[in-house]
């Protein structure tokens, strides 16, 4: 982007007599089959490399397209209000009415953008009977406004460049879906490994920059970080140790991977585990007047006696003080 129009290569880039409506209509329509290429050129790279792609439906098909175009539109706007905004002087010293060539050509595209992004909205909706009235006036004010800016010789360009500004989380939007429509494709597993073996690899890298020790990552092969041989990198049958691992790299130091847990140990029981038979009524009050030591007695020794054993213990006992 050139700030002053002073010759050279990148100044001629943008040295268009934008006075001229033809010129500023031509700008428009390139913007428009510019966004539009990359919109059929993603279509195409998309169904031949990407096995997700070609698993989505159709209205998916045309949503993946249209984040890879924006995705590209926010990286100019990115750059475009970035410079507008902290470098161009010109626009600096007179935000009001100031203008520069290279926004020219940035309104102008932008604007063949906004086009093309209205054309997509309304095609989609009726080919796919959906409706979404936000995103219609979403995208209807912004290509009226640019519009405006192209068509009114006077306008200042700062509030347009750092406009485009609001269009600077559009790449990592777009590219979060497109990520995440691969993850699901991987299926619940694939997802959950994905999220392991990176959660891994950060927590590697972690560990080296504090340790100041090296860590191999040659495609992620299994190599021993730094001396200790009993944190592997993932690999293949190392997976299932990953959280083992993440809780060995949280404390100082190497430490190894927990040993599997052994066999519980058994808990000793009580001395009388076995269930004993309640004590019947006449049991009770022999057992009151004598204490019942002696019922006790004869109770424990008399388990496997005939019935009615205990009952005679106990009338004998209670004989024996008459003798």
Known sequence: MSLVSDGGTSESIFDLDYAS???????????????????????QLSSSLNATYRSLVAKEKVFWNLAATRAVFGVQSTAAGLWALLVDPVLQADKARGQQNW???????????????NVAVHLSSLFFRTFDLFLVVHHLFAFLGFLGSVVNLKAGHYL???????????????ISWMLLKMFLFLGKEGLITAWLTYTYWKKCEEYRVQK?????????????????????????????HVVGVLLALGRPGPQPLPAAPGPLPRRAEPPHAGAQPLLDPQEDAAASQSGGLELCTARTQGQGQRPGAAEEGAVAT??????
Request: hydrophobic fraction near 45%; aromatic fraction near 14%.
């Open 212 to 240: 100041g020790r090296l860590v191999r990552l040659p495609g992620l092969e299994a190599e021993p970080v730094a001396h200790d041989p009993h944190v592997p990198l993932p690999h293949g049958p190392h997976l299932p």
């Open 160 to 174: 347009a460049m750092t406009t485009l500004l609001l269009e600077m989380s559009t790449p990592f939007t777009c």
């Open 21 to 43: 409506w033809k010129t500023r209509s031509t700008l428009v329509v390139a913007g428009f089959v510019f966004y539009l290429g990359v919109f059929v050129v993603c279509h």
């Open 318 to 323: 209670q004989e024996q003080p008459g003798r």
């Open 103 to 117: 926004c020219w050509f940035h309104v102008a595209t932008a604007t063949g953008f906004f086009f093309f992004e």
